[in-house]
């Protein structure tokens, strides 16, 4: 029998466990029939998973005793818009719910992200479980409760903090992803490393191939351990008012170039993030705040594994650092007017700043353009 291993996101009353590991999919209405109030669901998914995966979780449900129906959404993060949200709502309505009728998350993290912002809004709110599909799903946005939309103003700013009853993560279905969806997923694996674990980081070094290849073991705990840290942070601080903008690391460089480059298949959300985090240490290190060593470690380690590290990836050899500016300057951590960095003083040492200038982002805008 494959291992299975159980986080539990520590939230009093609102507990809940993510489950990890080989095989954990055809349990997926086992499962769930203990922590649902009406063995009822809809299955909201897209079109490219639903072909893979939507006739075994039905099997699954079927079995136990859980009535379902489902809804297919267009693939990709233009799915993340208020148009789509409101024909999901409209579906929603149609199918006669109740506020004890469940909603589940069959895919990556747009699915994820789509659904549980729906489940918040729904009748004033309903649960919802997430069964992440993607790497990056599986140890970042099905964990946690943050639920978004995209609008033109920016990446996530229409949204809640709505929290799962229950994650099931597979770490089996990742074969089914195409290598470049890995990737991406896999720097959310690595941030784990470098904002709070420098032993993670190390592990990575040694078994990310292992991670990207398909090894089961290696693939397991290191949606584990991702898991871990992600479930210890937000039960310290559910609605980021602290230490969980630490998750952030890349980010707000990575909500830009995605911004930049129109929220499409130009860039994936994993890829901004790696080219985000490269930024980071490297603003790191022009402030005299970090080590150029633990940098070219980050940089050299998010390559090896086939992630982008600079901006030219997506944008090209010609590109305005005064739009990305722009697009940061729009970030849901501006405070007060200042923009807030996660920076780092080392690998496993990152800590929030808003001491970070335009001239400092404009020089390290600069230097990105060499490399």
């Known amino acids: 029998m494959n291992a299975t291993e159980t986080v539990t996101v520590d939230l009093a009353d609102r507990r809940y466990d993510i489950v990890v590991g080989e095989g954990v999919f055809a349990r997926a209405g086992e499962l769930m029939a203990p922590v649902l109030h009406q063995k009822r669901v809809i299955v909201v998914t897209d079109k490219t998973v639903g072909k ?4 075994a979780l039905a099997v699954s449900l079927g079995k136990a005793g859980i009535a379902h129906s489902a809804i297919v959404l267009p693939p990709g993060e233009q799915t993340k818009d208020f148009a789509h949200l409101e024909s999901l709502m409209s579906r929603i309505l149609d199918a006669g719910i109740e506020r004890r009728t469940a909603l589940v998350a069959l895919g990556g993290g747009v699915v994820g992200d789509i ?34 939309i995209n609008t033109r103003h920016g990446k996530n700013l229409i949204g809640s903090f709505h929290q ?53 073991e290696a693939r397991r705990h290191a949606v584990v351990r991702s898991c871990r840290a992600k479930a210890a942070i937000v039960a310290a601080d559910e609605r980021e008012t602290g230490q969980r903008a630490l998750l952030n690391l890349g980010h707000t460089f990575g909500h830009a170039l ?22 980071a240490f490297d603003l790191s290190v022009q ?5 150029a060593v633990d940098a070219d470690l980050t940089r050299r380690h998010l390559a090896a594994i086939g992630l982008p590290t600079t901006p030219a990836h997506a944008l090209g050899n010609i590109w305005s650092a005064e ?29 929030l700043s808003q001491d970070v200038t335009r001239d400092d982002l404009l020089t390290l805008f600069e230097g990105a353009r060499l490399t």
């Open 52 to 55: 893979l995966h939507l006739d």
């Open 115 to 148: 659904t549980g912002f729906a489940a918040a809004i729904a009748l004033r709110g309903l649960e919802y479980i997430q069964i992440p599909t993607t790497l990056l799903a599986q140890v970042d946005s099905s964990v946690g409760g943050k639920t978004a």
């Open 164 to 216: 799962p009853r229950l994650v099931i993560a597979d770490t089996g279905i990742l074969d089914t992803l195409p290598e470049r969806e890995l990737l991406a997923g896999y720097a959310e694996v690595v941030k784990y490393g470098l904002l709070g674990d420098a032993g993670f980081f190390a592990w990575l070094e040694g078994h990310g191939a292992a991670v990207r290849d398909g090894d089961p």
């Open 258 to 279: 995605e911004a930049e480059t129109g929220f499409g298949d130009a860039l994936l959300h994993g890829e901004g993030v790696a080219i985000g985090m490269v930024l």
């Open 287 to 291: 402030l005299g705040l970090c080590d």
């Open 323 to 351: 739009a990305l500016i722009g697009h940061m300057a729009k970030d849901k951590k501006v405070a007060d007017g200042k923009m807030t960095f996660v920076l780092a003083r080392g690998i496993g040492d990152a800590f």
